[in-house]
T-cell receptor, first 115, second 108 residues
Framework: KAGVTQTPRYLIKTRGQQVTLSCSPI?????VSWYQQTPGQGLQFLFE???????NKGNFPGRFSGRQFSNSRSEMNVSTLELGDSALYLC??????????????FGQGTRLTVV | AQRVTQPEKLLSVFKGAPVELKCNYS??????LFWYVQYSRQRLQLLLR??SRESIKGFTADLNKGETSFHLKKPFAQEEDSAMYYC??????????FGPGTRLSVLP
């Protein structure tokens, strides 16, 4: 079956702009999580959606937001971009929420560069 | 607060040598721990999980609750093992808390 798909793969934006990233989970997966990966901070959790509801949120400012649609596809939005937002944004999907020991399947990421 | 630490940013070993990637955690509940691996130009993928007690690609990891550790070991490293390794803790099934990662370089 198809893996987690993230679009676009690469983005270049200027400071102050906003950006929307998209993630299509594996078919049947209802939980989608977003992570920011940078050389300095590593992998940091942004938020998790399950059945169209944000269930868990990391320590990121309100400029970072997301949503999930009824088909489980998810979008992440960053407003008023800053240079420090340059990172690889990873999406991960899981079969169902609330189950521990559930493997997360990762997409290849969207590399965002803010200039 | 949940936290995962990996003390080594970079670990270099020669082919055929044993390798151990260290991972320590702090967690208030009963931990569920994983190792994820990211090979060059590939996506992050699961290597193994502690509850399965399995060996994948020759790697094993034992959960030591007393020492709050989940070190990854392999008796004989191969060049194809060179990658970035992340120890991760599952936070009540809602998200993963990742360690900073260790880059393993296996030299010929």
């Amino acid at each position: 079956k198809a893996g987690v798909t993230q679009t676009p793969r690469y983005l270049i934006k200027t400071r102050g702009q906003q950006v929307t990233l998209s993630c299509s989970p594996i078919s049947g997966h209802r939980s989608v999580s977003w992570y920011q990966q940078t050389p300095g901070q590593g992998l940091q959790f942004l938020f998790e959606y399950f059945s169209e509801t944000q269930r868990n949120k990391g320590n990121f400012p309100g400029r970072f937001s997301g949503r999930q649609f009824s088909n489980s596809r998810s979008e992440m939005n960053v407003s008023t971009l800053e240079l420090g937002d340059s990172a690889l944004y990873l999406c991960a999907s899981s079969p169902a929420g609330g189950l521990v020991n559930t493997e997360a399947f990762f997409g290849q990421g969207t590399r965002l560069t803010v200039v | 607060a949940q936290r995962v630490t990996q003390p080594e940013k970079l670990l270099s070993v020669f082919k055929g040598a044993p390798v151990e990637l260290k991972c320590n955690y702090s967690y208030s509940g009963s931990p569920e721990l994983f190792w994820y691996v990211q090979y060059s130009r590939q996506r992050l993928q699961l290597l193994l999980r502690h509850i399965s007690r399995e060996s994948i690609k020759g790697f094993t990891a034992d959960l030591n609750k007393g020492e709050t550790s989940f070190h990854l070991k392999k008796p004989f490293a191969q060049e194809e093992d060179s990658a970035m390794y992340y120890c991760a803790l599952n936070n009540y099934g809602q998200n993963f808390v990742f360690g900073p990662g260790t880059r393993l370089s296996v030299l010929p």
